[in-house]
């Protein structure tokens, strides 16, 4: 495989914003000033907004959900003491090249660097929004880890958002992987039908559905109903049609979604549409992202709102990943051990204990 058909991507035409003179004359947003920062220093995770995703914005709030994800400001450039680079060690879990091998029975691969939006919240900053993508050489020394693995039952697909590849790229990427290992489960894990829903379409979905046997799920990242707009159910609702089942991973962020009637609404909206809420993660401590961060007393108060008022099946579980790669604890059950002002006692699914510092707002 030539590394210039991974690169290519559907990223290509009018439809994205990218520069602060294109917000302007698409959305005519005037930025606020720690706003106009980021763009005259553009430093970090670079900028990249879908035009229909910015659509959703109501531009008179300074505070809106959606201008939030991303539009970037100047708070990504403190970087708070406890904040990591790598906030989830996965650079200590990559025995090849692009692949994570952190849980016995799953591995995630990244399949490469682009997305069509970089949420200003993302933990894997330090890897999106880079120009990286796995060799054809490279793919197949994962596809062979994955066989010499017969632990591994689920790989992730992620990246970056695997659904940027262009269709031939991505059929070539899964057709390496089921062909070392056929019965392997594949997650795609997206946030294209929520930010750029019209890239879902009749031969995407078909050749997705063409791996549907030994399973293949979508999962996608819904962060506040606002993203539940007809188009977006729309590309939901192919997907589905296909017979794939679509799952969805919310992340808790302040400003955005941390309040119980906002989740609430989500999760209905989720179910309404035919999509499993799956996982509520509380926020991990990527640098740069401390204003987005709820503190842990505070999203273990939501959750308790939510579980009182949702079914069982809009109920999401709250988690939170251990910083350095120690593992997920489940928040919504017998993962807090003890509490003692910011300091946690939290037990992961090794049932091993560690102590986790949250942060004080
Ligand atoms: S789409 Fe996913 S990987 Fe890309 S910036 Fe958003 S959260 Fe990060």
Redesign the pocket.
């Given at each position: 495989m030539k590394q210039e058909k991974q690169n290519t991507n559907t990223l290509t035409g009018p439809g994205l914003i990218r520069d602060q003179s294109e917000l302007r004359s698409q959305l005519n947003l005037s930025l606020r000033s720690d706003e106009t920062a980021w763009f005259r220093a553009e430093k970090g995770?670079p900028f990249l907004l879908p035009s229909y995703y910015a659509g959703l914005m109501n531009i008179s709030d300074p505070h809106d959900p959606i201008r939030l994800q991303s539009i970037p400001t100047d708070k990504e450039f403190a970087v708070a003491p406890q904040e990591l680079p790598d906030p989830l060690g996965e650079k200590n879990f990559m025995p090849v090249d692009f692949l994570i091998h952190r849980y016995a029975s799953r591995a995630l691969f990244l399949s490469t660097g682009i997305?069509?939006?970089?949420?200003r919240?993302?933990?894997?900053?330090n890897y999106?929004?880079k120009l990286q993508a796995p060799t054809g050489k490279q793919i197949v020394s994962a596809a062979q880890y994955l066989k010499d693995h017969v632990e591994i039952k689920e790989l992730l697909i992620?990246?970056?958002?695997p659904l940027t590849l262009s269709i031939v790229s991505l059929d070539r990427l899964l057709g390496i992987f089921r062909d070392y290992r056929p019965d392997i489960v594949f997650r795609i894990?997206?946030?294209i039908p929520v930010?750029m829903p019209q890239v879902i379409g009749g031969t995407l979905v078909e050749m997705l559905a063409a791996y549907r046997k030994n399973g293949l799920y979508v999962i996608t990242?819904y962060n506040h109903p606002v993203e539940l707009s007809f188009e977006s159910r729309e590309a939901v609702r192919l997907i589905l049609d296909s017979g794939i089942p679509v799952l969805n991973q919310t992340v808790l962020l302040k400003g955005v979604n941390d309040d119980a009637g906002v989740l609430e609404d989500l999760m209905n909206g989720l179910v309404g549409a035919g999509i499993i809420p799956y996982y509520l993660f509380h926020p991990d401590m990527a640098e740069g992202t401390s204003h987005f961060r709820v503190p842990l007393k505070r999203g273990t108060a939501i959750f308790k709102q939510l579980r009182a008022e949702l079914s069982r099946l809009a109920l999401p579980e709250y988690a939170v990943d251990l910083p350095g790669g120690l593992g997920k604890v489940s928040l919504s059950d017998s993962g807090i051990v003890e509490a003692a002002g910011n300091e946690y006692k939290l037990r992961n699914s090794n049932n091993q204990i560690f102590t986790y510092i949250d942060f004080i707002e």
């Open positions: 995770m997305c069509a939006m970089y949420c919240h993302c933990f894997r900053r999106t929004g992620s990246g970056g958002d894990c997206t946030r930010v990242q």
